[in-house]
């Protein structure tokens, strides 16, 4: 059996805009970064702002799926830095603040727990060392022993062997052994 024809282009294009369903009025409407207060274009809306005090155009649909005025001043993006944000990542992938990270970097006298090596001399971040399997902090690492230890698999039996074979390379006992 051959397809059906399709209907003429005109009938195709129910989608315009005299045909959609009428506006919603969003005056007075509230969600979690203010009130809508009036409506200067079609589908843009003035919303009254909770943070900052003053009022950010927005489109209906912005309002009514709750996201924050970009033109905000206090607005921050998914990608914004700053100490707010590092702290806010430290508390949730590792479960410590910066506050108790500062204390234990200083605890460890302001440098890698293993090398020692202080923080101003290695121009970059400090990392977390955590054991992968229960998440608990061990303790604040450079990047290098930080990847060491994740390269020798995060156990005392992967160190012994790499300390033996610092203590005794396998050219000196082979070297022996002739």
Known sequence: MPPLPRPPLSLQMRG?????????NLVGFTNDYGVVVRSDKPNKWILKCNACGGEHEQCGRDIQRNSAPRKCTKYKPSNWSGFE???????????????????????????C???SKPIEKLRRRMNIDHDHRNGKVRG?????????????GDNVEGLKKALYYLENTPFDEYANAR
């Open 113 to 115: 727990a293993i090398c």
């Open 140 to 152: 604040i690492l450079c990047s290098g022993c930080n990847t060491g230890l994740g390269h020798l």
């Open 16 to 24: 315009d805009v005299r045909t959609r369903k009428p506006r919603i």
């Open 85 to 111: 944000r590092e702290d806010a990542i430290m508390r949730r992938q590792y479960g410590i603040s910066m506050e108790e990270f500062d204390a234990l970097l200083e605890f460890q006298g302001g440098g």
